[in-house]
């Protein structure tokens, strides 16, 4: 079946603009989680969703950073006045259920490139 | 308490020998250990994982090895292949709900 996809692929943007981050979680899947991977860093955590609940925003690194989940399926996250320093690859991943021993599905990622 | 540091930042191994990666962590409430792999232009898949309650499992070539006490655990790779080359990230399962990744390994197999 199909997994979890993000668009777009690789974003290029100037300092100052806003950004948003797509993620298509796998069908029936209730958590969603972004992650943040600068070069050379391990994965960092942003924000999950898990069915109705309120998200866990407690990894967002500044209140330019939000995100939202439509439906309880799609995701985006937006980054308001980009800075050089949000360059990095985001990561979307979804599971059947928040618990442990779920897995998480990642998707391929967006490259974003701040100029 | 939240961190998992892993260790080393980048391994060079032949083909055919073992790869060895260490994670330790300090949250003694941590329960569920996996390690995810990488490659370049992907985003990371589950490859093996560890509960707390048992000192080590074996998937084929990777083995987690578990030392609660220690509060440590690694990945072994046998017989390692290039197809292996790739980054490995250990993990710690944070009771919140989160996954706590360690910075990752970049493996490289030669032939």
């Known amino acids: 079946g199909a997994g979890v996809s993000q668009s777009p692929s690789n974003k290029v943007t100037e300092k100052g603009k806003d950004v948003e981050l797509r993620c298509d979680p796998i069908?029936?899947?209730?958590?969603l989680y972004w992650y943040r991977q600068s070069l050379g860093q391990g994965l960092e955590f942003l924000i999950y969703?898990?069915?109705?609940?309120?998200?866990?925003k407690s990894g967002l690194p500044s209140d330019r950073f939000s995100a939202e989940r439509t439906g309880g399926s799609v995701s985006t996250l937006t980054i308001q006045r980009t800075q050089q320093e949000d360059s990095a690859v985001y990561l979307c991943?979804?599971?059947?259920?928040?618990?442990?021993?779920?897995?998480?599905?990642f998707g391929p990622g967006t490259r974003l490139l701040v100029l | 308490q939240q961190q998992v540091k892993q260790s080393p930042q980048s391994l060079i191994v032949q083909k055919g020998g073992i790869s060895i990666i260490n994670c330790a962590y300090e949250?003694?409430?941590?329960?569920?250990f996996p390690w995810y792999q990488q490659f370049p232009g992907k985003g990371p898949a589950l490859l093996i994982a560890?509960?707390?309650?048992?000192s080590e499992k074996k998937e084929g070539r990777f083995t987690i090895s578990f030392n609660k006490s220690a509060k440590q655990f690694s990945l072994h790779i046998m017989d390692s292949q290039p197809g292996d080359s790739a980054t490995y990230f250990c993990?710690?399962?944070?009771?919140?709900?989160?996954?706590?990744f360690g910075q990752g390994t970049e493996l490289s197999v030669k032939p």
């Open positions: 991943a979804s599971s059947s259920q928040t618990g442990v021993w779920e897995t998480q599905y």
């Open positions: 069908s029936g899947h209730t958590a």
């Open positions: 969703f898990q069915g109705n609940s309120a998200p866990d």
């Open positions: 949250n003694t409430a941590f329960d569920y």
């Open positions: 560890i509960r707390p309650d048992v």
């Open positions: 993990a710690a399962y944070n009771q919140g709900g989160k996954l706590i």
